[in-house]
């Protein structure tokens, strides 16, 4: 037989072997001890109640149930102070990474809950949290709980100098200063810390106010009255919110929401040059680090492939103050935060994204799961933002103003958190006259910033599988909701008689300030009417989610 012969028998003999390998087999990962009995809790939806360590085991309680951990075995992580970890998938080894470290676990996309493994368990001040290598992120029922007895303590003072005692004036120019945080009776930590920082105005309308608002840089990374280490604060004035608490309202309604950072603060009494400023929220500054808006930005060498495509950190503001800015398709104000100076490249594909992103929205195949907006945006968390934006009422939160969205690497675009609220919850009088100032009404639903009939939400919900989302999340949502009156009552009773010496340093308590709707004339009435507000607007969106 000639070779040539042996040869194509050979091929053929290799062809016929490769055409009959079986496809590969997936192998589950390993489970440890306690994770079906903690899967099957959260399949029974039974709420969590606590984690105990002891010598020999951890204990982790849920209503009626108890689930025994031998120490050694499956880890639940104590994230009742600090912040969670991230949690992502590397694209090169398709292994889970905690905080960008190797967890061990592979990504197993196609396997069920039960065939599963845990990459992350955590719990925090509200619930238990376990991601698993499937990528569900399974969140435990709680108890809902209200505050416990507000504490009497003396609130934090903020004492600051700058050098030369000289005034801020300037948005743009930072002055050097010194601190001095007094936190006389240790409520938060240290009774007493100081160091070195930089200190200039920050806001838009706000910094015309005689209150002004400050934007702080401290020399070294610090954990402020509690709150993770960091060198950037914000110091928020509310001088036209005279309840001193809807910033604090609103930071309590996106804990309950979930969204991905939830900025944190704390009310403290401010001295500039030895002069008294009043009352002020101290808090975390908008960002991008790991303790805030916890995503990798992209490099200027990442201009093709999936490395454009992320990560991307935007603002939504008609006042446009970022040196790489422009309007979508259908309007809405964007703006580069990070990257602040995207490249070219970067530029062309996020606006392109957005622009494929409304054309999906806006067109016939809206709803469709392959080619629509589903697509292009992480739904649930914006889900998440109407219930906070509409809620509250913001005059600002109808993707005008103040709104904040990320793009990771091969993502979507998430609505990851949300900010300033002194404004929003019955404190804006110049709404457009179909939806009027008081508690009723839909806004966020109805009006874009074009006017009514306008915008992202107000096409979202025309898809009915957006508008089954939103019932559904308010009804699971509903029995916290109804607390936070009772979260404004513990914040002001924690201030005690420091709203009186901020308002004998403003004397508005009897005056209108723009945009006030009522004018109480004392500060019990302004937290009273802040309450009265919330709970007929909860009331009243109650009364009409159905009819969506």
């Known amino acids: 037989m ?33 994770y079906q009995e903690l899967l099957s809790i959260y399949d029974a939806g039974i709420p969590f109640v606590e984690v105990k360590y002891t010598s020999s085991v951890t204990l982790v309680r849920f209503e009626g149930r108890e689930v025994s951990i031998p120490n050694g075995g499956m880890k639940i992580h104590d994230h009742s102070v600090t912040p969670a970890p991230g949690i992502s998938i590397s694209t090169a080894s398709g292994m889970w990474l905690i905080d960008g470290l190797l967890s061990g676990v ?60 000289a005034p801020v004036v300037s948005k743009d120019e930072y002055l050097n200063a010194t601190y001095t945080l007094e936190d006389k009776d240790g409520t938060y930590g240290p009774k007493s810390l100081s160091g070195n ?68 603060m704390v009310s403290v009494e401010v001295y500039l040059n030895s002069e008294y400023l009043g ?15 916890n995503i990798d930005i992209v490099k200027d060498t990442d201009n093709s492939g999936e490395a454009v495509t992320g990560g991307y950190y935007f603002e939504m503001e008609q006042n446009v103050d970022e040196p790489v800015c422009w309007w979508t398709w259908k309007g809405v104000p964007m703006m580069f935060i990070s990257p602040q100076y995207p490249t070219s490249e970067q530029q062309e594909y996020v606006k392109d994204y957005f622009y494929r992103f409304e054309q999906a929205l806006f067109g016939i195949e809206f709803s469709s799961a392959t080619k629509g907006y589903a697509n292009y945006i992480d739904v649930d968390s914006f889900v998440n933002y109407f219930i906070i934006q509409e809620l509250s009422k913001n005059v600002d939160g109808n993707l005008r103003k103040s709104t904040f969205m990320t793009k ?42 074009q006017g009514y009939h306008t915008g992202w939400y107000w096409r979202l919900f025309q898809d009915s599988g957006f508008v089954t989302k939103v019932k559904l999340r308010w009804k699971e949502l509903k029995p916290q909701l ?22 004998n340093k403003w004397k508005i308590l009897n005056q209108y300030v723009w945009p006030n709707v009522k004018v109480p004339g004392s500060y019990k009435g302004e937290v009273e009417y802040l309450k009265e507000f919330y709970t007929q607007r909860l009331n009243w969106i109650n009364e009409n989610i159905d009819k969506l």
């Not at 399974?138 to 009497?152: A, I």
């Not at 109804?482 to 308002?503: C, G, H, K, M, S």
Request: with cysteine; net charge positive; charged share 25%.
């Open 482 to 503: 109804d607390l936070v009156p009772e979260y404004i009552d513990f914040w002001a009773a924690e201030l005690q008689d420091a709203p009186t010496r901020n308002f």
């Open 279 to 293: 009352v002020y929220d101290l808090c975390e500054h908008k960002e991008v680090a790991k303790n805030k808006v």
């Open 2 to 34: 000639p070779i040539r012969k042996y040869i194509l028998l050979i091929l053929l003999g290799l062809g016929l072997l490769w055409g009959c390998s079986k496809p590969e087999v997936i192998i589950p990962p390993q489970q440890p001890q306690g």
């Open 408 to 449: 990771e690497r091969g993502g979507k675009l998430e609505m990851y958190h949300v900010w300033d609220f002194d404004l929003a919850f019955g404190n804006a009088d110049y709404f457009d006259g179909g939806v009027g100032n008081g508690p009723n009404n839909w806004w966020i639903k109805s009006y874009g910033c």
């Open 197 to 264: 920082l930089q200190i200039r105005g920050r806001g838009n309308s706000t910094w015309g106010n005689p209150k002004k608002p400050y934007k702080l840089k401290l020399e070294e990374k610090t954990e402020l009255l509690g709150m993770p280490g960091n060198k950037d604060w914000a110091l928020m004035a509310n001088y036209s919110d005279k309840s001193l608490l809807r910033n604090r309202t609103a930071m309590k309604l996106s804990e309950i929401c979930g969204m991905s950072w939830t900025p944190k």
């Open 106 to 165: 592979k990504h197993y996309p196609t396997l069920s809950n039960e065939q599963c493994c845990p990459v992350y368990i955590w719990f925090d001040k509200e619930t238990l949290h376990m991601v698993i290598a499937n990528g569900h992120r399974l969140h435990y029922p709680y108890v809902e709980k209200g505050p416990s007895e507000p504490r009497t303590f003396t609130v934090p003072v903020l004492r600051i100098r700058t050098e030369f005692s």
